[in-house]
């Protein structure tokens, strides 16, 4: 059975996007190597150092389904109607945006919560691991215990304000265990198993 | 001159402390894990009489006893010294200049480790470089962390990142209140329970 992962670029101040949504401040290091990293299904080709693109490389390569939330969903505008990285993506939401509600549709929503889009997630990833995106989404898995490993590509700059991605756990403890740490220019990648 | 550093353990969501903490609970509510690095090597290090034995790994080691030698003086918040009680008197560096409103009687005696400051964070630290010369002088406490980064004081940030989520309590990067402040990753040590980073902030 896969891995269910939880994949952020965050400040050292703990945000994933400024106040606004915007990620141009913490964005840098996807543009800032001499490695061409093509994006899986987009016509996007990041320049990432050697180091973030071998990790990149195999933790994109290893996913099989996404999970995520309605807001990640109006924010990125549908991903311009593509599914980010090819991969079938999941989308909690209460209300199903009609547009995208056809059968030939290229997004699963799920209205019942974030078991049920797990459990569907995996039935469509198979083998492969299943990445949980948006931040309210993701600390939803957290508080559940659902997710093995939390991976944050770590950026050089306090950002002030915006959104935090470790927000609502509710003084929830939960223990981690350092797997990997890649000092990469630009950034510093970390990875962390969720005890259980 | 030496530079103005910061050095504390953070929680990978950004708590130096958990809820509820103060000096009977001076991690807070669910902050133990923040110091197991501290307690989980096999080197010792011992900071000052008023502080405890540290069993930490050769590569925290080496990087604390680096701390150490540069060490000029420290600025602490209040709070973080009634919560240690005064260290006993012993500090873990010293001179200690420590930034409070009142300023307790007891501690105000010939030989006395600590320099009360009453006027402010940006005086404490005109203070402590004064008193550092050619070294470090060293912060340890978030809330005059947050009032010396937005004065634009500090030249270094040093976290030690802890495995752990503690979801709530003292948010290291609270209350900063400005724009993007940019930083350069001068140094990443991953050593047992803890990784090491430290930044430099670009002026």
Same mark, same amino acid.
């Given at each position: 059975?896969?891995k269910?992962?939880?994949e952020?670029t965050i400040?050292?101040?703990g945000f994933?996007?400024?106040?606004?949504?915007e990620v141009d401040?913490i964005f840098?290091w996807y543009?800032?190597?001499?490695?061409?990293?093509p994006?899986?299904s987009s016509?996007?080709?990041?320049k990432l150092?050697?180091?973030?693109?071998?990790l990149?490389? @195999?933790?994109?390569?290893?996913l099989g389904?996404?999970v995520t939330?309605?807001?990640?969903?109006?924010?990125s @505008?549908?991903?311009?109607g593509v599914?980010?990285?090819?991969v079938?993506i999941?989308?909690?939401?209460?209300n199903i945006?009609? @547009?995208?509600?056809?059968?030939e549709?290229?997004?699963?929503?799920v209205?019942d919560?974030?078991?049920?889009a797990?459990a569907?997630a995996?039935?469509?990833?198979?083998?492969?691991d299943?990445?949980i995106?948006?931040?309210?989404?993701?600390?939803?898995?957290?508080?559940a215990?659902l997710i093995d490993?939390?991976?944050l590509?770590?950026?050089p700059?306090?950002?002030?304000?915006?959104?935090?991605?470790?927000?609502?756990?509710?003084d @929830?403890?939960?223990?981690?265990e350092?797997?990997?740490v890649?000092?990469a220019p630009?950034?510093?990648?970390l990875?962390?198993?969720?005890?259980? | 001159?030496?530079?103005?550093?910061f050095n504390m353990?953070?929680?990978?969501?950004?708590?130096?402390?958990?809820?509820?903490?103060?000096p =009977?609970?001076?991690l807070?509510?669910?902050? =133990?894990?923040?110091?197991?690095?501290?307690? %989980?090597?096999?080197?010792?290090?011992?900071? %000052?009489?008023g502080t405890?034995?540290l069993k930490i790994s050769k590569?925290?080691?080496k990087?604390?006893k680096?701390?150490i030698k540069?060490y000029g003086?420290?600025? +602490?918040?209040r709070k973080?010294f009634d919560i240690?009680?005064a260290?006993?008197?012993?500090?873990p560096?010293?001179?200690?200049?420590?930034?409070?409103?009142?300023?307790?009687?007891? +501690?105000?005696?010939e030989? %006395?480790?600590f320099?009360?400051?009453t006027?402010g964070?940006?005086?404490a630290i005109?203070?402590?470089?004064?008193?550092?010369?050619e070294?470090?002088?060293?912060?340890c406490t978030a %809330?005059?962390l947050q009032?010396?980064?937005?004065a634009g004081?500090v030249d270094?940030i040093?976290?030690?990142v802890a495995?752990?989520l503690i979801?709530g309590?003292?948010?290291?990067f609270?209350?900063?209140?400005?724009g993007p402040i940019?930083? =350069?990753?001068?140094r990443?040590? =991953?050593?047992?329970?803890?990784?090491h980073l430290?930044?430099?902030i670009?002026?």
């Open positions: 059975m896969g269910v992962i939880t952020f400040s050292l101040d994933i996007a400024g106040p606004n949504d401040r840098g543009s800032s190597g001499d490695t061409d990293f994006v899986q016509p996007m080709v990041f150092s050697r180091a973030s693109a071998d990149l490389r @195999e933790s994109w390569g290893a389904a996404i939330g309605r807001r990640d969903f109006d924010v @505008e549908a991903w311009g599914p980010p990285l090819g079938p999941f989308i909690v939401t209460h945006p009609q @547009e995208w509600a056809k059968k549709s290229p997004f699963t929503f209205t919560g974030i078991e049920s797990l569907q995996r039935a469509s990833a198979g083998d492969k299943i990445g995106s948006g931040t309210q989404i993701t600390q939803q898995f957290l508080k215990g490993e939390i991976r590509h770590l950026v700059v306090l950002l002030g304000a915006g959104i935090r991605l470790f927000d609502n756990l509710q @929830e403890n939960i223990a981690l350092k797997i990997l890649v000092d630009d950034v510093t990648h990875r962390y198993h969720v005890k259980k | 001159m030496g530079k103005v550093t353990t953070m929680s990978l969501d950004g708590f130096v402390a958990g809820p509820n903490d103060n =009977e609970n001076g807070g509510d669910g902050g =133990e894990g923040l110091f197991k690095w501290y307690f %989980s090597g096999d080197t010792e290090v011992k900071l %000052s009489e405890p034995v590569k925290s080691a990087l604390l680096e701390g540069g003086a420290g600025v +602490w918040g973080t240690a009680h260290w006993g008197g012993n500090p560096g010293s001179p200690a200049f420590i930034v409070t409103h009142h300023v307790p009687q007891e +501690w105000v005696k030989g %006395s480790p320099i009360f400051v006027d964070v940006e005086s005109r203070q402590a470089k004064q008193a550092a010369g070294k470090d002088v060293v912060i %809330s005059i009032q010396a980064l937005k004081l270094e040093n976290v030690d495995p752990i979801g309590g003292v948010s290291l609270d209350h900063l209140g400005t940019e930083l =350069e990753c001068t990443v040590v =991953e050593a047992p329970n803890v990784t430290c930044y430099r670009i002026k």
